[in-house]
């Protein structure tokens, strides 16, 4: 049985599509990542797989229970880590804990052994007795986490899970979603903008953009599928000549904000034919890298933009939605 299945998923808000008939699987036990810049339409993808929003069209399983019908049967399979805290920062970490065991109806005996494991486990157990309110964004993190396993799930949804934390916390958990992932056996499903991220934890990866999925599989095979080497040219003037470059080992040629990237096996076997192409063409070449891609490489190929640049867009796509919403 998959962990998740997700077929023709759709969610519009009046003429405004967060999610665009998306299709994919998640095997149990794996790590797997949804890629996108804010705005993409990744935690719409969670609020509908956790039964939080109703799907437009469409249909899902987690765990075997559908999402429309079973509402009941997924959110006892799944945990969940919000994009925004949703902890209750004038309680202690025990408290919430403790709060959270009640609503799943865990009884005392097991409520208690659960808590105190989980809390040694993401290492706050010596200050459990602590209010939230004084805990770093970091602790807060690991808390929720804690509590999110605290009935056991099959599936843990993860939204931004490092976001806006410094790169030391971020390392930390990265290493305990990996060992959790490892030591339970739970399927985690990611939502992040951070190629680092992604390119980490990740089993597989899915790029979603506009709502849509362009592209998913490893992060190997995906900096694979645009070729082995990248050739990065900065240069001002080379519009319209690029396809001037023609090439049979050539793999692919995206340009992006004053630079153009080549994608190709053998860079270093090729680089002089590729500098006399560039002089042939008229092309002025102010620097020249050779390097192998990386998934804001994948990211680029896949959808004409950077990452950055995509994040300006969704902006818009929010607006859009926030209006919807209203309307």
Partial sequence: MKAVTVESLTKRFGDFTAVDNISFEIDEGEIFGLLGPNGAGKSTT??????????????????????????????????????DQSLDEELTAWEN?????????????????????????????????????????????????????????KVLFLDEPTLGLDPQTRNYLWEYIENLN???????????????????????????????????????????????????????????????????????????????????????????QIIEALAKTRITISSVSIRKPSLEDVFLYYTGKSIRDAEADSKERMRMMHFARRH
């Fill in 46 to 83: 969670i609020s509908i797989l956790a039964t939080m929003a109703d799907a437009t069209s469409g249909k899902a399983l987690v765990n075997g229970h559908h999402i429309a019908g079973d509402e009941d049967g997924v959110r006892k399979s799944i945990g969940i880590v919000f994009q």
């Fill in 97 to 153: 804990m403790d709060f959270h065991g009640r609503l799943y109806r865990i009884h005392g005996d097991t409520r208690r052994e659960r808590t105190e494991e989980l809390l040694e486990l993401v290492g706050l157990d010596d200050r459990k007795d602590e209010l939230v309110k004084t805990f770093s964004g970091g602790m807060r993190r690991r808390l929720e986490i804690a509590r999110g396993l605290l009935h056991r799930p």
């Fill in 182 to 272: 490892m030591e339970f056996g739970i399927s985690v499903i990611i939502t992040t903008h951070y190629m680092d991220e992604a390119d980490r934890l990740c089993d597989r990866v899915g790029i979603i953009d506009k709502g849509r999925i362009v592209a998913l599989d490893t992060p190997e095979n995906l900096k694979k599928s645009i070729g082995g080497d990248l050739i990065t040219v900065k240069s001002d003037d080379y519009e319209g000549k690029l396809a001037d470059i023609n090439q049979p080992w050539i793999e692919s040629i995206e340009s992006y904000d004053g630079f153009f990237n080549i994608g190709l096996s053998g860079a270093e076997e090729h680089l002089t």
